[in-house]
């Protein structure tokens, strides 16, 4: 998958300032910039894996240091380069995924442990203790005539997340499906939608404080 989506994206602005990589960093690895040897070529690397390693004990100065204003502001993009940084975030947690197989210390536990650290420092206290769950279940193969037939019936609650994103890919890859003819259709539902569901949410709300009387 590398190489993909090298367009005009905020990630791939040749104008970007320094991050973990340096702008040459940056051109060598998209491969703008051929005209390395061999033994550069190593040397880059080199210099690169460096700062990577460096770039994560920075984390740990990060976490403990940096004010939280500075925190949010990080995190509160302007809006036309919001999907660019949800990917890089994304990308960093696949990053890491890939990069801990195998390394003494399982990605999950490390996934736990750091969100458990993130709400004891929303807390103020060590006494705030989550259970965090992470799993990675394959899609497998799934019955499309079962998953149609629960559509055709309504029944959206039986159809399970597996189903769900396999047959929602499948319908993408399908060369007699276009979104084009049904874009439009599903963004007039969706007023109505929003206003059951904010409808069920009120309803919700009602009877849990009619319960509590």
């Known amino acids: 998958m590398s190489g993909e989506d090298t367009d005009g994206t905020l990630a791939f602005d040749p104008e970007r300032d320094r991050g973990i990589l340096t702008p040459s960093d940056r051109e060598f690895l998209l491969g703008r910039k051929t005209d390395y040897t061999e033994h550069s070529k190593k040397q880059k690397r080199n210099r690169i894996r460096r700062r990577v390693r460096n770039a994560i004990l920075d984390f740990?100065?990060?976490?403990?240091?940096?004010?939280?204003?500075?925190?949010?502001t990080v995190f509160d993009p302007?809006?036309?380069?919001?999907?660019?940084?949800?990917?890089?975030?994304?990308?960093?947690?696949?990053?890491?995924?890939l990069g801990t197989m195998g390394y003494s210390t399982p990605f999950k536990d490390m996934l736990a442990r750091g969100v458990s650290k993130g709400e004891q420092e929303l807390a103020g206290s060590d006494y705030r203790m989550v259970n965090v769950e992470f799993n990675v279940d394959p899609v497998g193969r799934i019955n499309v005539d079962s998953v149609v037939?629960?559509?055709?019936?309504?029944?959206?609650?039986?159809?399970?997340?597996?189903?769900?994103?396999?047959?929602?890919?499948?319908?993408?890859?399908?060369?007699?499906?276009?979104?084009?003819?049904?874009?439009?259709?599903?963004?007039?539902?969706?007023?109505?939608f929003v206003a059951r569901a904010a409808e069920a949410a009120a309803r919700r709300d009602q009877r849990t404080e009619e319960r509590s009387d």
Do not use: N
């Open 149 to 192: 037939e629960k559509l055709d019936r309504g029944s959206f609650d039986e159809i399970t997340d597996e189903e769900l994103r396999a047959f929602v890919r499948l319908l993408a890859e399908s060369e007699g499906f276009s979104t084009m003819p049904i874009r439009e259709e599903i963004k007039g539902q969706m007023e109505e």
């Open 78 to 97: 302007e809006d036309a380069e919001r999907d660019a940084y949800t990917r890089g975030i994304t990308d960093a947690l696949a990053f890491f995924h």
């Open 60 to 72: 740990t100065i990060l976490f403990d240091h940096l004010d939280e204003r500075d925190r949010k």
